[in-house]
């Protein structure tokens, strides 16, 4: 289990993380998810034992990650733009992990064949997409317990988008790992995540279960043929609103049930209950946040 | 403290590297002919290793990416650091042992076998006594590099601490010299020797070079070069063990970067320039139009270091307000220095007397300039008396058993005190009719020069030749002539075969 407790981290004057608390757990895939400069690359290095914490710490295993190098054993970062050694190859990089990790050899060929990459040229001369698949084997071939990706489909294909998603699952589904991800392709989350985080000025706003926090928001459409008291929708956590005419729409955070009944009570002509997708669900919340 | 893994990858991932400096090491050890000359080579390469590994080594800490690569790795950063600490001890020791080795190897040979002996013939116990006083001041040359390197936030700020920080004591150096040379009439220069315990690679060459030749450990120089290892210890600790990842690329703002580096070296340029006011100029105005330009471009030069801090083009009027700063207290500090001759330091000296003797050379003007090695621009007639040498030294000069009278050190004191007036108002001395007293103290380690622009008269020489302590000679160029206490001249050594009386 992951555990981040009061994590503030600044960098000069800008402080980024401010006293987060979060707790992610074994076997799960988190999502995580911000506006660009929210901070989650910094989350994800604090996580890794990268960056030192001005405040607070985290835990894996109950093992602080920026002290225990022996945990870090058990974790594997893949950044958004990861480094490579100059004329550094697949081979010398595997030589590389093999030297600090314990690398599955069976899962490396299996890898490499499926990403069709050649061990010996240099991964200078790869493409952007081929660069990260490069390191996608590298992380899948040690078997980390806790996997962090940051930007994991950037510049991958369909094709490989589909079989890193495929991939993922099979590697949670045999080893019971953790894996967090950090994308802005919220599509992509939404298809392979059981959880997620939205982090928002510092602090993960909101966060739990990706279906129920689906299911507890939804947007809601009605028609009125005479006006109506709209002190009425105060009594509603309203994430988003817009009224054209005498239709209005909401996007209201609580029990699906009990607000379609609260809302039959004004007699609409017309109620539409729309369940959000996780794009939506982070867009609201942020404009919720906002508010 | 040391990750046998990552040791590992450090021999694999630079092997090229490895393989090519030992092969360089040993074609020099065992191409050159000349004995001691591959110990001094294998220095100079050892002292670069010292610089070009940490480089290598530690380069991750200043990159952005690679910075996530290496600190995510389950290896302790103090691990890190031992072990790359380690590796680039290994790598520069390896080359200063070989060069140690080729060196005993080759003093077992007659000289003329292999060549002629710089230095001196090694035995096997300097080579051993090299072997073991290296190891030490290997390792606090590459942690005493490696902290230079840190103390950047990327790769080119942490070369130019390396540098500047290299080179700053000779800076220092050459400021408190020129300052003695400048402004203090008789350019006696303090012991500045403490200025190379802040050295470790001089530290090192003279310990290096010591041993070659003496098969002496210099312990004051291998003692500095602990205290250097034991303070680069701490700087490593904090600059590797604690630091922040997120510095790697971005601007170094370590008390010890910028702009601290900028503003002392600005200070040694500009103090250099204002020598030259304060040696050769009267008038402010004259100086300044001569070297307007010099000012301009090491402006300039300020705006580029300032931009290669930043990385981007800065200009505040701080900067040339800080500029203008330096260089009117340069001005003022070099016009203070002058007036005030060389801050009354020019006066601390005291007269010669007591057990100091004196010996003085006399040249007459003569169609051979190059007598005794010295080169004159002659103007006297032939035969005529141009100009005395004097020394008066705190050590007994051979079969002197006699002490200065007062009177020689009346005469003496009367134009050193002339020449120390000639220093401040300008008056340079040309080398006929002059005066060149020398006072070299108890042990000879530094001088006192002064030159009056005046000969010492004939009747002074020839008080001076009554005094016992006084040792006159009379140089032509037909010979070398002493003048005795009765006041004869008498030839001491003859330059031709048939010499008589000039």
Known sequence: ?291 | MFSKEYFRYLLSSNRYLLILLLLVGMLNALGNTIRGLDLILQGIFAAGCSFILPMIVFYHVHDKKAVDSYLSLPVSRKAMLVTGIVFCFLGVYLMIAIGCIAFGIKGQYPADVIGSSLPSPSQPFNVLLALAVMAPTCLALVMFNTALYLIGNDLIDGVIMMGAYTCLPLAIYIVISSFFYSFVAGGNNPDLSVIRFFSPIYMSAELLLMIAEQGKVYWSSLIGLCIAALLSAYLLHRSYVLRKAERANSRSTSFFSYPLVINLYLIVCVYAIATLYGMRYKALGEFLGDHFVLYILLFAAFVAAYFLYRRKFYFNFRLPLFYLAVVLVSLLFVSSARSSRGFGLSDRYEKAKGPDTVSIDIWYADNNNEVNDYIFEQQGKRGEYVGVFVQVNGDKIANQVSLMSEETSDIIERYRKKAIDDFYEGEYAEYEASSHITIVPDGGFSYSQYTCNEAIALKDLIALAKDPSVRITVTTEEGEYRIGTDGTLRIYHSYVPDVTKP
């Open chain 1, 1 to 291: 289990m992951l555990r981040i407790e009061r994590l503030s981290k600044a960098f000069r004057d800008k402080k980024v993380l401010d006293g987060l608390n979060l707790i992610v757990n074994e076997g799960s895939m988190f999502g995580l998810v911000g506006v660009n400069g929210a901070g989650k690359s910094t989350l994800l290095r604090c996580v890794s034992g990268i960056y030192d914490t001005d405040e607070g710490a985290v835990y894996f295993n109950e093992k602080n990650t920026y002290e225990d190098e022996k945990i870090r054993k058990q974790i594997f970062f893949v950044s958004d733009d990861p480094y490579y050694p100059p004329a550094a190859t697949i081979r010398s990089l595997k030589d590389f992990y093999a030297s600090f990790y314990d690398l599955n050899e069976e899962a490396y060929e299996k890898l490499l064949k499926l990403f069709a990459l050649s061990e010996n040229k240099p991964v200078s001369s790869f493409s952007k997409g081929m660069k990260r698949q490069t390191m996608l084997l590298f992380a899948l071939s040690i078997r980390p317990k806790l996997l962090l990706l940051d930007e994991a489909f950037d510049g991958l294909d369909p094709i490989v988008r589909h079989e890193l998603k495929k991939l993922l699952y099979e590697f949670i589904e045999e080893d019971g790992s953790t894996i967090i991800i950090s994308s802005h392709n919220l599509k992509e989350l939404e298809d392979i995540c059981d959880s997620y985080g939205i982090l928002e000025n510092g602090k993960i706003s909101s966060y739990g279960d990706l279906l129920e926090s689906k299911a507890n928001i939804n947007k809601y459409q009605l028609a009125f043929n005479t006006p109506v008291d709209e002190s009425f929708f105060k009594q509603f956590e309203i994430l988003h609103s817009h009224r054209e005419g005498s239709v209005y729409s909401f996007v209201i955070k609580g029990e699906r049930s009990e607000i379609e009944e609260k809302l039959r009570s004004l007699h609409p002509l017309i109620l539409d209950t729309l369940p959000v997708n996780f794009e939506e669900l982070f867009i609201y919340e942020h404009e919720g946040g906002d508010r």
